[in-house]
Nanobody
Framework: QVQLVESGGGLVQAGGSLRLSCAAS????????MGWFRQAPGKEREFVAA????????YYADSVKGRFTISRDNAKNTVFLQMNSLKPEDTAIYYC???????????????????WGQGTQVTVSS
């Protein structure tokens, strides 16, 4: 069992930055691949970024590439999402998720992930 707790959300002006954290608990949490998803009001949950268990491979949605950076500190069982140059369209609830393996569906698919956090709100004002 893996439990995930996100933090770091808030209100920021367009062009600003936020750093989200996801603290994972569980004996084998560092062996999971991790992802960030987001869901805006009235929209489906969408993939944002992912990182493999070893931290050597990262993946991004085209909409955030070059602005967001995913990283992890396995010693602290924490995953981060550094968000720069934020835009109003980045406003959403951001969720952290853990996957035992990416498998055939891949890292972009929400059903690939076995565990989810409760989410943290990010609001970007124009």
């Amino acid at each position: 069992q893996v439990q995930l707790v996100e933090s770091g959300g808030g209100l920021v002006q367009a062009g600003g930055s936020l750093r989200l954290s996801c603290a994972a608990s569980g004996r084998t949490s560092s062996s999971y691949h991790m992802g960030w998803f987001r869901q805006a009001p009235g929209k489906e949950r969408e993939f944002v970024a992912a990182i493999n268990a070893g931290g050597l491979s990262t993946y991004y949605a085209d909409s955030v590439k070059g602005r967001f950076t995913i990283s992890r500190d396995n010693a602290k069982n924490t995953v981060f999402l550094q968000m720069n140059s934020l835009k109003p369209e980045d406003t959403a609830i951001y969720y952290c998720a853990a996957a035992a393996r990416f498998g055939a569906l891949g890292y972009r698919t929400a059903t690939t992930y076995n565990y989810w956090g409760q989410g943290t709100q990010v609001t970007v004002s124009s």
